[in-house]
T-cell receptor, first 113, second 112 residues
Framework: DVKVTQSSRYLVKRTGEKVFLECVQD?????MFWYRQDPGLGLRLIYF???????EKGDIPEGYSVSREKKERFSLILESASTNQTSMYLC????????????FGPGTRLTVT | ELKVEQNPLFLSMQEGKNYTIYCNYS?????LYWYRQDPGKSLESLFVLLSNGAVKQEGRLMASLDTKARLSTLHITAAVHDLSATYFC????????????FGKGTLLTVNP
């Protein structure tokens, strides 16, 4: 069974703090993704990575950065958290070409106060 | 820019009835995905549709894809309460980066 885990289910941070959200997958997948989910807006792609140290911006990268130093781990960084970054964050991974499915982690609900 | 439109966004059904959720998208794509999300949970993959005319069925759910019309449908047959959830369609962009663009989701409530 593919497993995608995220470091926290719930997180509360203060405005201006630096926030790290971690995602780990155990299936040697090349591709990893970070989405945010907001009511009425669906899921929107923040960043994705198709290999170690490789990253590409998604649709809403402003205010975020990412890091992928090892294949199994993809980190989302909020350099200076703001209240409009309060959201549910979902990580996903996917193999290169063998399978078409994206596997999602359980999500991190981040509240910035 | 790829746009994905789902409708309806809210659907309240009675048990035993049939209904269809529609997913339209704006640019050519050959891959379309349907996901289910229960409250407070992550996304669960339901169907992956890979080519024009693809039809897949699992239990009371059937998904189809018409790439010429840029339309996918998720048909619910004889709904039961356990199908209550939010359903998302997602379309894969061209190229090899596997980027998905999601619709806003359809909140389905099945009432006894």
């Amino acid at each position: 069974d593919v497993k995608v885990t995220q470091s926290s289910r719930y997180l509360v941070k203060r405005t201006g703090e630096k926030v790290f959200l971690e995602c780990v997958q155990d299936m040697d997948h090349e591709n990893m993704f970070w989405y945010r989910q907001d009511p009425g807006l669906g899921l929107r792609l923040i960043y994705f990575s198709y290999d170690v140290k490789m990253k590409e911006k998604g649709d809403i990268p402003e205010g975020y950065s990412v890091s992928r130093e090892k294949k199994e781990r993809f980190s989302l960084i909020l350099e200076s958290a703001s209240t409009n970054q309060t959201s549910m964050y979902l990580c996903a991974s996917r193999p290169g070409t063998v399978s078409y499915e994206q596997y999602f982690g359980p999500g991190t609900r981040l509240t910035v106060t | 820019e790829l746009k994905v439109e789902q409708n309806p966004l809210f659907l309240s059904m009675q048990e035993g009835k049939n209904y269809t959720i529609y997913c339209n998208y704006s640019t050519t794509s050959d891959r379309l995905y349907w996901y289910r999300q229960d409250p407070g949970k992550s996304l669960e993959s339901l169907f992956v549709l890979l080519s024009n005319g693809a039809v897949k069925q699992e239990g009371r759910l059937m998904a189809s894809l018409d790439t010429k019309a840029r339309l996918s449908t998720l048909h619910i047959t004889a709904a039961v309460h356990d199908l209550s959830a939010t359903y998302f369609c997602a379309v894969e962009s061209g190229g090899s980066n596997y980027k998905l663009t999601f619709g806003k989701g359809t909140l389905l409530t099945v009432n006894p």
